[in-house]
Antibody, heavy 121, light 107 residues
Framework: QVQLQQSGAELVKPGSSVKISCKAS????????MHWIKQQPGNGLEWIGWIYPGNGNTKYNQKFNGKATLTADKSSSTAYMQLSSLTSEDSAVYFC??????????????WGQGVMVTVSS | DIQMTQSPTSLAASVGESVTITCLASEDIYGSLVWYQQKPGKSPQLLIYGATILEDGIPSRFSGSGSDTQYSLKINSLQPEDFASYYC?????????FGAGTKLELK
């Protein structure tokens, strides 16, 4: 069955960077876009961007340009997101999610369990 | 960016009741509307995509409707496991945007 297993919680200092992972299994990793979504405590969901592991193509929410960098390793079926120049506003849970299409609709059918990133000195 | 406005923000209901949550898009999204359920400490779960298509394994008491800019999620005969937060999502164009959520609580 499809599983997205994310790395563990991170406590990082302001100004630093963090790289979190999302290991996919149960499907052909290179055939589906992988998306990343942010959720701040008590808040809603914010789309960060996607990567197509088949060729490494990416697309970002303009809001996260320069903040998030998405990469993927085909050999290990793992997607990564690096967040840089961290501030308290980056403290959140970050989800990876696989997407599928139905007509014009792009939707997220499988989600990772989420990674809590806490930015604190 | 397409703005998604969900209402109500919170809703209290009893087991067995029916509830409806609405989502208004700032422009026509041509039926590309997605609904998710999220329970505390868990990741969102896909319920409905394409405004009306029920994801495999989701109970038939969940249904979606709507077109253009106005969409709704209806839950018939609420079960204890349905008390959670619900989010709509613009699935048409990037940036994919979500409604702020509706928290469904037990009355």
């Amino acid at each position: 069955q499809v599983q997205l297993q994310q790395s563990g919680a991170e406590l990082v200092k302001p100004g630093s960077s963090v790289k979190i992972s999302c290991k996919a299994s149960g499907y052909t990793f290179t055939s589906y876009d992988m998306h990343w979504i942010k959720q701040q405590p008590g808040n809603g969901l914010e789309w960060i961007g996607w990567i197509y592991p088949g060729n490494g193509n990416t697309k970002y929410n303009q809001k996260f340009n320069g903040k998030a960098t998405l990469t993927a390793d085909k050999s290990s079926s793992t997607a990564y997101m690096q967040l840089s120049s961290l501030t308290s506003e980056d403290s959140a849970v970050y989800f990876c999610a696989r997407s599928r299409d139905y007509g014009y609709t792009h939707y997220f059918d499988y989600w990772g369990q989420g990674v809590m990133v806490t930015v604190s000195s | 960016d397409i703005q998604m406005t969900q209402s109500p923000t919170s809703l209290a209901a009893s087991v067995g009741e029916s509830v409806t949550i609405t989502c208004l898009a700032s422009e026509d999204i041509y039926g590309s509307l997605v609904w998710y359920q999220q329970k505390p400490g868990k990741s969102p779960q896909l319920l409905i995509y394409g405004a009306t298509i029920l994801e495999d394994g989701i109970p038939s008491r969940f249904s979606g409707s709507g077109s253009d800019t106005q969409y709704s999620l209806k839950i018939n005969s609420l079960q204890p496991e349905d008390f959670a937060s619900y989010y709509c999502q613009n699935g048409l164009s990037t940036p994919y945007t979500f409604g702020a959520g509706t928290k469904l609580e037990l009355k």
